[in-house]
Structure formats: structure tokens, C-alpha cells
């Protein structure tokens, strides 16, 4: 593999693998805050979290686990959940993440899939599971108790050994045994693993199918968490709000990996996000940096921001040269407030920004940039700090860590002269493969390495700054061959008066949206179904003269309950094509 410098002049050094970063991360830091669980208020050190992981190394040594073993992870966001991540790749073991909200059908086909010989799990998920359709799951721990709960047993030394209990119940005595003077930070060391080796198996949720395995290296980590050390995302004694879910690529590497590798005090949310749940608990936590997705962001927006500057007054006085100024800036105080007040930047991830939202937030100057990753590229991609920020963009490359291009035999011009194609990418993050799959490894991946990401859009000048514009897999073709993004016309259609979402679908030749409106909002107003769906046909009217003429939609169709989803909130389009 080629060797990569990372951009930046940084006292903290890199180190060449990525157990030496948390193994000096635990001891330099000690006696500093680790993990705080949101819901109990209860509080780790670093030396605690150490402590831990060590034991927990001691159960998978007793309990015959090698350097390369699957351990499967099914729950939501606590300090255990975080250790246990932890505690299998130092050790060298694979770790497979499970979004809590996949079915007990799909977790289960997960962990039959990944070959995992352990499963870490929450009580109530793992009542949803039964154990005998886990064949080859020689135990499972109670992420709750952190008892085992079911178990089979494992070969050592030819027999056939039924006593993982057993090693729980005795760790205390062992880990004694083994560290009578107690654990110190000296006493800090793990695994030198290979690079190449599989840390993660992270299965995607996927918007056009069934899940498939991601197989992320340490090196793939690595390049991730020593760019955030070098980036200054976080530091130490900084704070994190986590409340995104761990088991996804983009919360678990800025919530989680890069956090813990500086010395951040991290708090794990654990509840649903809702706007007025997450703004209380960003005011109390006032964390440093905060990791996005749109959906939340738009939420605060439309929940804080669309009513106060729609009234009468406030449309008066922005009209009003030098009067606006005032108004924005009152509205920036606000929103920065709303979100703690302490933070340097807030990235925005996961998905596009809606266009309305991301044009506001610039113009009030909000602290706000948007970053581009996949799961395959465990995830960055491309990041640009707020004040360099690009309305538009996807941020930059990651200098001398990626490089990106337009795939030629998809190119064509955008409006702006520069080739409009699929983005492929290619360095230090890009993933080994998909697990058992070699066919849709050979799909993605090419002979020279580069990972063919599915995203449609331009690259600037400079070689480095994306822009997005939809999946290739989501585009339609009009009639007149000319390419048609559905996300685009979405984003235009959400902003309309009692729009809750939507989706743009091609119906023999016609473009339909599909719309599961805003019935709180429509209540509000007094609207029924006939004057509901005369609302919408405004909305077409309107979305239609914002478009270009072969983008316009031919008719709306109401759909009463909100679109299936994945896991991380994406819309499951192949249902509704």
C-alpha cells in the first residue's frame, strides 16, 4: 500500500498503527472524563474505559477468541456498547456493528453472515432473537448485565468446553490475578495488528436492497482517526454529544473513534433525537463540535426559524437593507445558542443538505459545513472547514489521504462546463471489499483501486471540491435523454406548505411525486382532504416553475403513512419504483 502524509503541521504524532493511538490515548489521559451516559448521568474515566477493556480482553482470551473472530455488537448507545467496540479491535478481533433498528430477521441474517463467534446485546433486542436460529454464536453477553445469557460452549484442547458463565462469573478473580498491584496506566498494551487486517464488518443499511458486509482495515480507520487528530476536530478535554448511532460509519468514527483517541469527554445521548430532547441536552453537554445529518438540522430549522421569519414583521424589516443585517445576525445568536453556544463548527453528514436550509445558514453566517464519506470509506471522504466552506459542495478531498475523478464513460457537461459523471475515489480510507461478496466487490471496486461510489456530480477545478448531485442508481432518464436527478426535485418539493416528504418517481415517462404530507400542519390550518390536495397541486405548480422544463411534475400522489426507511433514515426507494 502506498504511503500517505497527512496535510497539516501537528504536535500530536500519528503513530504508524491504530492500537498505539488508543493504548496512549487511555494512559495520557487517565484520570480525564471518557463516557458519560446521558440517561444516568454515571460518568467513566479514561482509566475506567482502560480498565474495562482489559477484562474484557482477559474474558475473550479465557473464552478461545483469536485475532480475526467476529464479535457481533446489537444495541443502542451506552458505555458498554463503546467498550466493547473498542475492547475487539485492540485486540485484534473483527467487530460487527448492528443498527439497532434492523428487524430481528436482518440481524439475525448479519450475524449468521459475518461468521461471528460472539454476540454482545441489549436484553430487549436479544428477546426478539432466537438462539437457536444464531447456530454458530458460542455465547451471548448482556450488554445490560453484562452476564452471559446463552451459550454453547467452544473446543479447547480437543474438548468441547461449556463455560463462558463461568469465566464471567470468575473474571473479577482473574483480573486480580493478573494485576495485583492493581491497573495502571503502565500497564496499557495491546495487539501490534496488521494494517490490512478487518477491524470492522459494517453492514449497510442500503436504499436499493439487501444489506452488504463493508470490510474495513485498521489502516482504513486509521486514516479516518489521525485526520481528525491532525484536523483539530476534536482534542483534548473538548466535548461530544453523541447522538448518532454508533453502529453507522459516520457517527461511530466523529462521535466515538476520533473523540476517544485526544482525550474529548464524550456523553452517549441514548434517547431518540427529537428537536426539543436534543436541544435541551445540547445546552446542558455544550459540546465543542457537533456531528449532523440534514434531517436534524432541517427539523430546528423548520421548527425555530420558518416561523419566526415568516411572520408579517419580520418579512418587513428583511426587506430592508441594513435592517436584515441586524435580523440575521439576531437569528445566528439564537441558533448558535440553541445548539450550546460552545462549538467551534457543526458537520453536516450522512446525506445532502436541503438547498433552502444550507442557503440560509450561510447567509447568517451559522458555523456549518457539509462533508461527503460512504460507509465504504469508513466514511470520509471529502471535509472542509466552516470558514472555507463552498455553498454547494461536498467539501475537499482529503489532501494526500484521497483522490477523486469523474468516471469517463458516464460524463457529460453540467451547466458550468465542468464533466458531470459518477465519482470514483480512491486512498488510504477506501475499504478492503464486501465480505463473502466478490461480485459486488468487482462492481465497486476497479483493477486500479478505485471505488465507484454511485454519486452523480462535478468536481471543481482544483481537483478536490465535490459537488453532489443524486445517486446514479436514482437517475432518470427523460424522454429527450436528458438525465434527471430525483433528490433535487425532492428537496424543492419538502420546502412547500404541508409537505412532510417526498419522493420523485418516473410513471411511464411522467414524473410523479409521491407526498406524505404534514397532517400537524394541515390540522392547523383547517385543511381537508379535497383542500389538502389542492395545496399540493399549488406545490406542483410552484416546484415546477423552479425546475427546468423536463423536470416538471405531471401529477402528485398523497401517500398516507411516511416512506419506508433504512436504519440511518434514507428512504428504501426500490419499494416504491
Request: proline share 6%; with cysteine.
Amino acid at each position: 500500500m502506498a504511503k500517505y502524509e497527512f496535510e497539516g503541521i501537528y504536535s500530536k504524532p500519528p503513530y504508524d498503527r491504530l492500537s498505539e493511538i488508543y493504548q496512549h490515548s487511555f494512559a495520557d489521559n487517565f484520570n480525564l472524563p471518557a463516557l458519560t451516559d446521558y440517561l444516568t448521568g454515571k460518568t467513566l474515566k479514561y482509566g475506567d474505559v482502560a480498565q474495562r477493556i482489559a477484562r474484557l480482553h482477559l474474558y475473550f482470551e479465557m473464552a478461545g477468541v483469536r485475532p480475526g473472530d467476529k464479535i457481533a455488537l446489537l444495541g443502542k448507545n451506552t458505555p458498554t456498547w463503546v467498550m466493547t467496540f473498542l475492547a475487539t479491535i485492540t485486540y485484534g478481533a473483527t467487530i460487527v456493528p448492528i443498527l439497532h433498528d434492523f428487524t430481528p430477521a436482518d440481524a439475525v441474517n448479519i450475524i449468521n453472515h459475518s461468521d461471528a463467534v460472539l454476540l454482545f446485546a441489549s436484553d430487549s433486542l436479544m428477546e426478539q432473537i432466537d438462539f437457536n436460529e444464531i447456530p454458530e454464536i458460542r455465547a451471548v453477553v448482556s450488554l445490560d448485565s453484562r452476564k452471559v445469557v446463552a451459550e454453547r460452549g467452544f473446543v479447547k484442547m480437543g474438548r468441547y468446553v461449556r463455560d463462558h458463565a463461568v469465566i464471567v462469573k470468575n473474571l473479577s478473580r482473574h483480573f486480580r490475578k493478573r494485576y495485583p498491584n492493581g491497573f495502571k496506566p503502565s500497564d496499557i498494551h495491546y495487539k501490534d495488528v496488521d494494517g490490512n487486517a478487518v477491524a470492522v464488518l459494517n453492514y449497510t443499511s442500503g436504499t436499493t436492497g439487501f444489506s452488504k458486509g463493508v470490510m474495513l482495515t485498521y489502516e482504513n480507520l486509521r486514516g479516518n482517526v489521525v485526520f481528525g487528530i491532525r484536523s483539530r476536530l476534536h482534542y483534548q478535554g473538548s466535548r461530544a454529544l453523541s447522538f448518532l448511532p454508533l453502529a453507522h460509519a459516520y457517527g461511530c468514527m466523529f462521535d466515538m473513534l476520533v473523540p476517544l483517541a485526544v482525550g474529548t469527554h464524550v456523553t452517549l445521548f441514548g434517547k431518540l433525537p427529537t428537536p426539543a430532547l436534543l436541544v435541551k441536552a445540547l445546552n446542558q453537554v455544550r459540546p465543542s463540535l457537533i456531528i449532523c445529518v440534514p434531517l436534524i438540522l432541517e427539523k430546528i430549522y423548520r421548527k425555530m426559524i420558518v416561523p419566526m421569519i415568516t411572520k408579517p414583521s419580520i418579512r418587513w424589516v428583511l426587506a430592508v437593507p441594513m435592517l436584515d443585517k441586524a435580523v440575521y445576525a439576531l437569528i445566528r445568536s439564537k441558533l448558535v445558542e440553541a445548539f450550546g453556544g460552545s462549538f467551534e463548527e457543526v458537520i453536516v453528514g450522512g446525506a445532502p443538505l436541503n438547498p433552502e436550509v444550507e442557503d440560509f445558514l450561510y447567509k447568517i453566517k451559522f458555523p456549518f459545513t457539509v462533508g461527503y464519506g460512504m460507509t465504504e470509506c469508513a466514511p470520509l471522504i471529502s471535509y472542509t472547514p466552516w470558514r472555507r466552506f463552498v455553498p454547494g459542495s461536498a467539501g475537499r478531498v482529503l489532501k494526500d489521504i484521497m483522490e477523486a475523478k469523474i468516471v469517463a464513460d458516464h460524463t457529460q457537461s453540467s451547466h458550468d462546463g465542468r464533466p458531470l459523471g459518477e465519482i470514483a475515489v480512491r486512498g488510504l480510507n477506501v475499504m478492503k471489499g464486501y465480505y463473502k461478496n466478490p461480485e459486488a466487490t468487482e462492481a465497486a471496486l476497479d483493477s486500479e483501486g478505485w471505488l465507484h461510489t454511485g454519486d452523480m456530480g462535478t468536481i471543481d477545478n482544483d481537483g478536490r471540491t465535490i459537488f453532489i448531485r443524486g445517486r446514479y442508481k436514482t437517475m432518470i432518464l427523460s424522454a429527450n435523454g436528458q438525465n434527471i436527478y430525483p433528490e433535487e426535485i425532492e428537496a424543492k418539493f419538502n420546502n412547500m406548505p404541508y409537505v412532510s416528504e417526498s419522493l420523485v418517481v418516473d410513471r411511464d415517462g411522467h414524473l410523479v411525486a409521491l407526498v406524505h404530507p404534514d397532517s400537524d400542519a394541515a390540522n392547523e390550518a383547517g385543511l381537508d382532504a379535497a383542500a389538502l390536495a389542492e395545496a399540493m397541486e399549488v406545490n406542483r405548480r410552484e416546484v415546477n416553475k423552479l425546475v427546468a422544463p423536463y423536470e416538471n411534475i405531471d401529477k402528485v400522489e398523497l401517500v398516507e403513512s411516511e416512506f419506508e426507511k433504512t436504519p440511518k433514515r434514507s428512504i428504501r426507494r426500490f419499494l416504491y419504483k
